[in-house]
């Protein structure tokens, strides 16, 4: 039996009055000294929304760190491979040009028609 049916159960017994007057007054002294003793817990104003992102773990309300820490490495990732991309590009990019530089071709090779057209298709 869960919480629920077994509290009916009792709501429904002090209703019709069968528990007998001496347990009833028992019981009216067990819950007066249980709300005596009752703490009234407020969180800290300015760490509620770290306990809120923390302990959330499901539905529409806030984010949840499941969801918020994944997204986080994700975006780092593809930074990190953008990143490691361009690097690639830039260093050949630059290796062409130092080829380009140290190479024994004559200045007039580099005035030809021909070898800027080629240089042209090469560069995006």
Known sequence: MNEPQFASKVKLLLNEGTVKTDTLHRLKQARAEA??????SRPAPA???????VTDFGGFTGFSLRLVLPM????????????????????????IDALLLTDDLPLDAYLDKGFEAWLKKRTP
């Open 35 to 40: 709300l005596k003793h009752q703490r009234v």
């Open 47 to 53: 760490l509620a929304w770290v306990e809120s992102l």
């Open 72 to 95: 986080a490495v994700l975006v780092g990732g593809l930074v990190a491979i953008n990143g490691w991309q361009q690097n690639l590009r830039v260093a050949e990019v630059e290796e």
